[in-house]
């Protein structure tokens, strides 16, 4: 392991245990470090938001940012609970893989996968990600975050396919629609050959917590199997946010059609 990420964790690890502050003298005393060495690495901590200095004593406590991922990691937990049973139904239902994903600053990270029986299957692995102008469900997340669309847009718009979406103007409308509609496509835009649906998940507070999407074999898609997979998935997201306690309008009209 990095050394720098072992000292991290055992000075995270202090303060968790700890009843009170800690000095940098205790820290040089419990890590083996020098004092002048512990004052570097506490200063970089605070100005990443991972510790908090008393202004009166110079004593550390945990940061709010560690309250925020601690947070996020719960709602990540809860969103599982929620979403898994439905996903399990969904893909029940279409006979297709189905994908829990979050949004992480302009990427998707896959946080579950239910696997289609299929014996060819569009696999995802969980814990990884993909950039989320590629994918349906980073479409339908981006559609509720402009400005996040607008950083994609900033740091280029790589093609991994043919298919890709490659021009900025092209993606604003995309995301502009799945935003009106209430879900995304990808006809392979990430990956070839690999199609997706997805749909946002809300909270009770009506923010984007996440999103479902298929992953399917291009080879298995028609007309009819888009509009079977976009009804499927855009009710299912409804279901997960119901579940999460979200207050989810009614459908927009045509929500299920297939656009073109």
Same mark, same amino acid.
Request: aromatic letters at 4%; proline letters at 6%.
């Given at each position: 392991?990095?050394q720098s990420l072992q000292k991290t964790a055992r000075i995270l690890g202090i303060l968790m245990e700890s009843k ?164 995304? &496509?990808?006809?392979? =835009?990430?990956? /070839?050959? @690999? #199609?997706?649906?997805?749909?946002? %998940?809300?909270?009770?507070? $009506? *923010? ?15 007309? &009819?199997?888009?509009? =079977?997979?976009? /009804?499927? @998935? #855009?009710?299912?997201?409804?279901? %997960?946010?119901?579940?999460? $306690? *979200? ?14």
């Amino acid at each position: 392991m990095n050394q720098s990420l072992q000292k991290t964790a055992r000075i995270l690890g202090i303060l968790m245990e700890s009843k009170a502050p800690v000095g940098v003298n205790e820290f040089a005393r419990l890590l083996k470090m020098p004092k002048s060495t512990v004052s570097r690495f506490m200063a970089t901590m605070e100005s990443l938001g991972m510790v908090r200095r008393d202004p009166e004593n110079g004593r550390f406590f945990l940061g709010f940012r560690l309250f925020e991922l601690g947070c996020k990691a719960v709602e990540d937990l809860g969103l599982r609970k929620a979403a898994v049973p439905l996903m399990e139904s969904l893909r029940d239902r279409i006979n297709e893989s189905v994908v829990l994903t979050v949004l992480e600053d302009i990427h998707i990270t896959y946080l579950d996968t239910i696997e289609s029986r299929q014996a060819i299957v569009a696999r995802t692995h969980v814990g990884g990600t993909a950039p989320a102008y590629c994918v349906s469900s980073g479409k339908a997340m981006l559609a509720h975050h402009p400005e996040r669309i607008e950083k994609v847009v900033a740091q280029g718009l790589r093609p991994y396919t043919p298919l890709t979406l490659t021009e900025p103007e092209r993606l604003r409308r995309e995301c502009e629609k799945a935003r009106e509609q209430g879900y995304a &496509l990808n006809k392979g =835009e990430f990956r /070839e050959g @690999v #199609t997706g649906v997805g749909a946002p %998940i809300f909270s009770a507070s $009506g *923010a984007v917590v996440g999103a479902i999407s298929t992953s399917t074999p291009a080879a298995r898609m028609n007309k &009819l199997r888009w509009q =079977e997979h976009i /009804e499927a @998935v #855009t009710q299912t997201a409804r279901a %997960i946010s119901r579940r999460l $306690g *979200a207050a989810v309008p009614p459908e927009p009209p045509g929500a299920h059609h297939l656009p073109g």
